[in-house]
């Protein structure tokens, strides 16, 4: 089958660094997208990985390694602003049908 | 602003009642998707359309009904529903149903049944 997994919760202090992993077990994998949600908005697009190594934008970053169906979403220098969800999504691809498969996402609470 | 909107953010409906949630995209894009958000619960895919065309049924209950009247409109009829579909319903679009596009997402509307 088809699963997504990512901490449920997870808290961290301003000014901190913290790390939020998603590990996949799909069939067709052909990408992993990352995507915040504040609480009552829609959620938006962080980034995405597609062959193994570190994306960088800015204070956040994203690490992909397919061989070990492993995804992380780095946070550095946190603010309270980053105080929200964090949703992994794998895209797979099986006869010529792309899907995305959805995390449960990551609560991510932000302490002054 | 993601560029797409939804109408309204919140509705609270009986069981015996029919409402529309609408979504409108100004992106310009081709494929336009409704998701059901539960609580600690992955996104669940209700419906795709694709250049106007329903692409994908996900095993969704009949007392949800969609309408993609043009590529920039999507709507979700609703009727007769139970308690158990209270969710945050979500509306997103994409340049098409291909691969490589990241979906844009609208804030959702807010349904409770009672």
């Known amino acids: 089958g088809q699963n997504i997994d990512q901490p449920t919760e997870m808290t961290a202090t301003e000014g901190a660094i913290v790390q939020i992993n998603c590990t996949y077990q799909?069939?067709?994998?052909?990408?992993l997208f990352w995507y915040q949600q504040h609480a009552g908005e829609a959620p938006t697009f962080l980034s995405y990985?597609?062959l193994d190594g570190l994306e960088e934008k800015g204070r956040f970053s994203s690490f992909l390694s397919r061989s070990k169906g492993y995804s992380y979403l780095l946070l550095k220098e946190l603010q309270m602003k980053d105080s929200a969800s964090y949703l992994c999504?794998?895209?797979?691809?099986?006869?010529?049908?792309?899907?995305?498969?959805w995390g449960a996402g990551t609560k991510l609470i932000i302490k002054p | 602003e993601t560029g797409v909107t939804q109408t309204p953010r919140h509705l609270v409906m009986g069981m015996t009642n029919k409402k529309s949630l609408k979504c409108e995209q100004h992106?310009?894009?081709?494929?336009m998707y409704w998701y059901k958000q539960s609580a600690k619960k992955p996104l669940e895919l209700m419906f795709v359309?694709?250049?106007?065309?329903?692409?994908e049924n996900n095993s969704v209950p009949s007392r949800f009904s969609p309408e993609c009247p043009n590529s920039s409109h999507l709507f979700l009829h609703l009727h007769t529903l139970q308690p158990e579909d209270s969710a945050l319903y979500l509306c997103?679009?994409?340049?098409?149903?291909?691969?490589?596009?990241?979906?844009?997402f609208g804030p959702g509307t807010r349904l409770t049944v009672l």
């Open positions: 997103a679009s994409s340049q098409d149903r291909g691969g490589g596009h990241e979906q844009f």
């Open positions: 992106l310009g894009h081709n494929a």
């Open positions: 359309y694709n250049f106007k065309e329903q692409t």
């Open positions: 799909t069939s067709g994998f052909n990408g």
């Open positions: 990985n597609v």
């Open positions: 999504a794998v895209r797979t691809l099986m006869d010529s049908n792309y899907q995305l498969i």
